[in-house]
């Protein structure tokens, strides 16, 4: 049998409850220090598969501005958080671009898309 302890802080508001995850061979036996159910949740959701929206730039190919803003539509997993990063870091997209266009489908096959969240317009 192995116990283990897991702290970690809620982001699901501004509060920052500090919660600690008991478990017992990889099962969660306890979940204390939360303030409501939403970060009980948070915290089983965050020790199971703990996930991420992931913001970053894309270059801008005759645009205005040379990078674009973008980010991931939903949380991906922590672990293609690199991966991710690589991919779309070879990613170029031609201006103008448009708040909501898809910039990568699928990203490292998440089924997530990476879309834009600026406009840039043409030189």
């Known amino acids: 049998m192995v116990v283990s302890r897991t702290n970690i802080i809620c982001v699901g508001c501004p509060k920052g409850c500090r919660i600690k995850i008991e478990d017992e ?4 036996k306890n979940i204390s220090g939360y303030g409501c159910d939403k970060g009980k949740e948070y915290a089983r959701e965050e020790y199971k598969n703990p996930t991420r929206i992931l913001p970053t730039t ?3 190919e005759n645009g205005e501005l040379p990078l674009v803003s973008v980010k991931t539509e939903k949380p991906i997993p922590k672990k293609y958080l690199l991966p991710a990063m690589k991919e779309i870091s070879r990613a170029r997209i031609e201006a103008p671009v448009k708040i909501g266009d898809i910039i990568i489908k699928n990203v ?4 997530i898309n990476v879309i834009a969240t600026n406009n840039i317009e043409t030189e």
Request: proline letters at 0%; glycine letters at 18%.
């Open 25 to 28: 061979d990889g099962k969660i």
């Open 58 to 60: 894309v270059i801008v």
């Open 108 to 111: 490292k096959n998440t089924g």
